[in-house]
């Protein structure tokens, strides 16, 4: 027998094992809670024997293999054959084979291809976004973009700070930047119209004769008991790259917080991938906590990424216990480097969209540096309708799959679009600032076919404008043979601009619309008059775009200017979040550019 035959009949086996544990065909008795520490006894008890200490260093004491899967059920007749549903068979997953850990750990980082293993190199990659144009109000006077309330640049850039540089440009998103933080804006008053917006108009701070115009959307709080149940696949990068300290050892700590949110009506399984892709834990009940912990423990880093493989295995799961009142999502767990088979972000992202569309959801968190791969992540997240985070520390993993768990995972509304229009009356010029990924035709917003952001329960977002104020002078001369746009009417004279939302709400397929005026009465004289959410804001935004060295930013507004702008807005700091912001103004000002 080949040994491609002998990998389809492992497949086979595999696929009648693990849908005999997870198909409803008769009810089981409902185990009692069980979790605690993943101690050796414990988890070999459920099956996960103890394995040799991986490479990196900084892997749990112990670490466990999963148990061989059951012999498959008796074969049916050939007439029964035809009825039974057709499932694509799984990759052939014993985990021992990606698993087994080399014979002496690496003196210094390296990269594993297959059987060859080289020094490491830098091979970081990022969208090359160039930043938003200054737009005239008399040509174009219509903004639109898809909301964003990913938070993966911060801590990204927070990363490459901490290690003494500044990040290249492009790792710069300054939408990101800004929404990483919470702006304790109003809470929206129920569910059926999910937002409340906030505006707020000030002068800015880095550049004179320009004005900011602050939109925040804070989203409704989903209550507890109104949370559906979770149908969660993890799926966890086990490739070679993904051995130190900082990339699987951490995704499995991080996957352990969310462990601790789980309910028992929610429903973990786990894929693992490498040079193959295979089932780690089938479908399992948040009751058995200590099971999930287990086959967490059991996963260790070595040979290449088939991420493409482990994508498609893990959607084929997410199908199994498919409901569409649950919370239908994939977790991914890697650095992006995904080097055999499908790796190319284009055609993956056909994949992630269709699986979108289908109801299952893709949520993407980073690791690691030197091959970080940044476009993949944001491609992955972005058609997946999930979340692109970056874990640089467990503090940041609290954060994300703990403090921000419902903002994560349970979603208030699909497709959220964006739509200003401003006043030729009363501005000649505009901005966006960021969101340079996330642009969307005029007609697209009306289209309730294009695809959007979705926001999660409590989750706020917040864009800036820089607007030129007609009469001020602009950034480019007028055209010579324009005809004079006609005035605006009197309606509208005391107006800058008008705001429109659209949003689905979770599995609708007509979207409902928000609309508020932009006027006199959101101004502020000053920015110190302004209120602390707007303040603070502004302080993010200046930083993200002097990281990113955009030229607009007068060039006598430095670091100290940031600096003080946000010790002046770090208002109320529980967790010492802001403290650290200002802290990273002061790393960047003492830094040196570096060369992208």
Same mark, same amino acid.
């Given at each position: 027998? %080949? ?34 520490? *993943? ?25 466990? &293999? ?14 029964? @054959? ?7 068979? +799984? *990759? ?32 970081? &990659? ?28 911060? @801590? ?19 939408? =990101? ?24 108009? %000030? ?43 900082? &990339? ?149 993993? &609290?954060?994300?799959? $703990?403090?921000?768990?419902? $903002? ?43 695809? @959007? ?12 404008? =820089? ?12 055209? $010579? ?13 005391? =107006? ?58 007068? @060039? ?8 003080? +702008? ?13 403290? =650290? ?16």
């Amino acid at each position: 027998m %080949t040994v491609q035959k002998m990998l389809r009949s492992a497949s086979v086996t595999s696929l009648a094992a693990l849908t005999a544990l997870s198909a409803p065909t008769a009810p089981l008795a409902q185990p009692a809670v069980r979790d605690g520490a *993943p101690t050796a006894a414990a988890c070999e008890a459920l099956g996960f024997s103890p394995q040799p200490t991986g490479y990196g260093g900084g892997l749990p004491r112990h670490a466990y &293999r999963a148990a061989p899967m059951p012999a498959p059920p008796p074969m049916p007749s050939p007439r029964a @054959a035809e009825a039974l549903p057709q499932i694509p068979p +799984l *990759p052939v997953p014993p985990v021992q084979h990606r698993i087994a850990p080399p014979e002496s750990p690496p003196s210094r980082p390296l990269v594993v291809t297959g059987s060859a293993v080289r020094p490491h190199v830098d091979t970081e &990659r990022y969208p090359g976004a160039q930043s938003n144009p200054i737009k005239r109000v008399a040509e174009e006077p219509v903004s639109t973009f898809s909301v964003d309330v990913d938070t993966a640049s911060y @801590a990204n850039v927070r990363r490459f700070l901490n290690d003494g540089s500044r990040p290249p440009s492009d790792a710069v998103r300054v939408e =990101e930047m800004i929404n990483y933080f919470d702006y304790g804006y109003a809470q929206p008053a129920d569910r059926a119209t999910p937002f409340r917006p906030y505006v707020a108009v %000030t002068p800015s701070p880095w550049a004179k004769e320009r004005r900011i115009v602050h939109i925040g959307l804070q989203g409704y709080d989903l209550p507890r008991k109104a949370e559906p149940p979770l149908n969660l696949v993890f799926l966890v990068d086990t490739s070679g790259s993904m051995w130190s300290e900082d &990339r699987l050892p951490l995704a499995i700590k991080s996957l352990n917080l969310l462990v601790d949110q789980l309910r028992p009506q929610d429903r973990v399984a786990i894929v693992a991938y490498a040079g193959s892709a295979g089932a780690v834990l089938s479908p399992t009940d948040g009751r058995n906590k200590l099971k999930v912990r287990c086959a967490l423990g059991a996963m260790r880093a070595g040979g290449s990424t088939a991420g493409g493989e482990g994508l498609k295995l893990a959607y084929d799961l997410a199908r199994q216990n498919f409901d569409p009142k649950s919370v239908n999502r994939v977790i991914l767990m890697t650095d992006g480097d995904f080097n055999v088979g499908v790796a190319d972000p284009t055609k993956l992202k056909d994949l992630v969209a269709a699986k979108r569309k289908e109801g299952t959801y893709l949520s993407v968190y980073g690791f690691g540096r030197g091959n970080y791969n940044d476009v993949m992540m944001q491609t992955l997240a972005q058609n997946g309708n999930g979340t692109a985070a970056y874990i640089d520390t467990l503090n940041e993993a &609290r954060k994300l799959l $703990r403090d921000d768990f419902a $903002r994560s995972l349970f979603p208030i509304a699909d497709d959220v679009k964006i739509q200003v229009e401003f006043n030729p009356a009363a501005v000649s010029e505009y901005r966006l600032i960021g969101y340079e990924t996330r642009m969307l035709q005029r007609e697209d917003f009306n289209n309730d076919q294009v695809d @959007a952001g979705e926001v999660g329960s409590r989750a706020s977002v917040t864009a800036l404008y =820089e607007i030129t104020p007609a009469g001020a002078r602009g950034s480019s001369d007028p055209l $010579r043979y324009s005809s004079a746009r006609p005035s605006a009417a009197p309606s509208a004279a005391s =107006e800058l601009a008008f705001l429109k939302v659209r949003y689905k709400l979770p599995g609708g397929a007509v979207s409902n619309l928000i609309e508020r005026p932009i006027g006199a009465r959101d101004a502020y004289p000053t920015v110190q008059a302004a209120p602390e959410a707007t303040r603070w804001a502004l302080a993010v935004a200046a930083f993200g775009q002097m990281l990113k060295a955009d030229p607009r930013v007068d @060039a006598a507004y430095g670091w100290s200017d940031v600096s003080a +702008l946000a010790q002046g807005a770090r208002g109320d700091d529980p967790y010492g979040i802001r403290a =650290e912001f200002v802290q990273l103004v002061r790393a960047a000002g003492e830094s040196q550019p570096r060369a992208d």
